[in-house]
């Protein structure tokens, strides 16, 4: 079993930036792909990022490519977003997850932390 921790979120204004991290314990996560996903009020919880088991790869959504990087460090079992340029539209609540198959956003993740609420300002 793996519990997954986020924490960096808050308040930044427009073109602001902010890195959240997800942390894990109960088991490695470098055996597994993982992912950034969120959601805004009233709206469906979508993905944001992915990445590979050995970070090699990575995927984003469109709505933020360019702007956000996906990391991470296995050797201190965390996983990192880094928010860019942020947009008042990027307001939400960020959650990290863990896939068992894939780091795409038809990977199968399973394992959510709480979520970490960023909101962003105009």
């Known amino acids: 079993q793996v519990q997954l921790v986020e924490s960096g979120g808050g308040l930044v204004q427009a073109g602001g930036s902010l890195r959240l991290s997800c942390a894990a314990s109960?088991?490695?996560?470098?055996?597994?792909?993982m992912g950034w996903f969120r959601q805004a009020p009233g709206k469906e919880r979508e993905f944001v990022a992915g990445i590979s088991r050995t970070g090699d790869n990575t995927a984003y959504a469109d709505s933020v490519k360019g702007r956000f990087t996906i990391s991470r460090d296995n050797a201190k079992n965390t996983v990192y977003l880094q928010m860019n340029s942020l947009k008042p539209e990027d307001t939400a609540v960020y959650y990290c997850?863990?896939?068992?198959?894939?780091?795409?956003?038809?990977?199968?993740?399973?394992?959510w932390g709480q979520g970490t609420q960023v909101t962003v300002s105009s």
């Open positions: 997850a863990k896939s068992r198959t894939g780091y795409s956003s038809r990977g199968g993740y399973d394992s």
């Open positions: 109960g088991r490695t996560v470098s055996s597994y792909a």
